[in-house]
């Protein structure tokens, strides 16, 4: 089964940028869609974004629109989760996982093989 990696996490000040990066071990990895999620302790694992691979197209949490951007390499294998206005609410462990045709579904039972997680610490 192919693993799903997630890096670039970090501790960063509200108002920052990071990219979060999600890489497939497997060169034939193809999926119809990935998404990513995030939880903080004490909370159930929330949608953050998706995109359908085939055709880019993406679906965002509310209060992430505008500010976080979705995208993908297929050559690479690689999702990415631009995050820019960092605020503090947006601290948690977040994850990439693999998706089926409802790219936009928010519902983590639509989504399987998850990575380990990466943090983001936004203070303020």
């Known amino acids: 089964q192919v693993q799903l990696v997630e890096s670039g996490g970090g501790v960063v000040q509200a108002g920052a940028t990071l990219r979060l990066s999600c890489t497939a071990s497997?060169?034939?990895?193809?999926?119809?869609?990935m998404g990513w999620f995030r939880q903080v302790p004490g909370k159930e694992r929330e949608f953050v974004a998706s995109?359908?691979?085939?055709?880019?197209?993406?679906s965002y949490l509310d209060s992430v629109e505008g500010r976080f951007t979705i995208s993908r390499d297929n050559v690479k294998k690689t999702t990415f989760l631009q995050m820019s206005s960092l605020k503090p609410e947006d601290t948690a462990v977040y994850y990439c996982?693999?998706?089926?045709?409802?790219?936009?579904?928010?519902?983590?039972?639509?989504?399987?093989?998850w990575g380990q997680g990466t943090q983001v610490t936004v203070s303020s």
């Open positions: 497997d060169s034939t990895f193809n999926p119809e869609s």
């Open positions: 996982a693999q998706g089926g045709p409802f790219f936009y579904s928010h519902s983590t039972s639509d989504y399987s093989n």
């Open positions: 995109i359908k691979y085939s055709n880019g197209f993406t």
